[in-house]
């Protein structure tokens, strides 16, 4: 059973920096699965973040290009975001999203 344990979130002041962490566990083989990012603000649906597959190819959403970086290593089975010069609207659950399965959530908050 395949299980995703998010870290990294917190409270950040507009233009600050946080860097979300994914690791994975009940996978055999990491480096073949996407891996990719969501998020869910109150009140709206859960959209595409960003993603990276196993050829190394990465895509953004348009408003978090420039801004956000994922990063993936396959021998730790985790998948990072980075995120830089955030913003108030980047306020969201931020969930993991690796293969068909999700993890719980880490929370970020953009506030001043």
């Known amino acids: 059973q395949v299980q995703l344990v998010e870290s990294g979130g917190g409270l950040v002041q507009p233009g600050g920096s946080l860097n979300l962490s994914c690791v994975a566990s009940?996978?055999?083989?990491?480096?073949?699965?996407?891996a990719a990012w969501f998020r869910q603000a109150p009140g709206k649906e859960r959209e595409f973040v960003a993603v990276?597959?196993?050829?190394?190819?990465?895509n953004y959403a348009d408003s978090v290009k420039g801004r956000f970086t994922i990063g993936r290593d396959n021998a730790k089975y985790t998948v990072s975001l980075q995120m830089n010069n955030l913003k108030l609207e980047d306020t969201a659950v931020y969930y993991c999203h690796v293969g068909d399965s999700w993890g719980q959530g880490t929370q970020v908050t953009v506030s001043s």
């Open positions: 990276s597959n196993w050829s190394g190819s990465r």
């Open positions: 009940g996978i055999t083989d990491y480096s073949k699965y996407i």
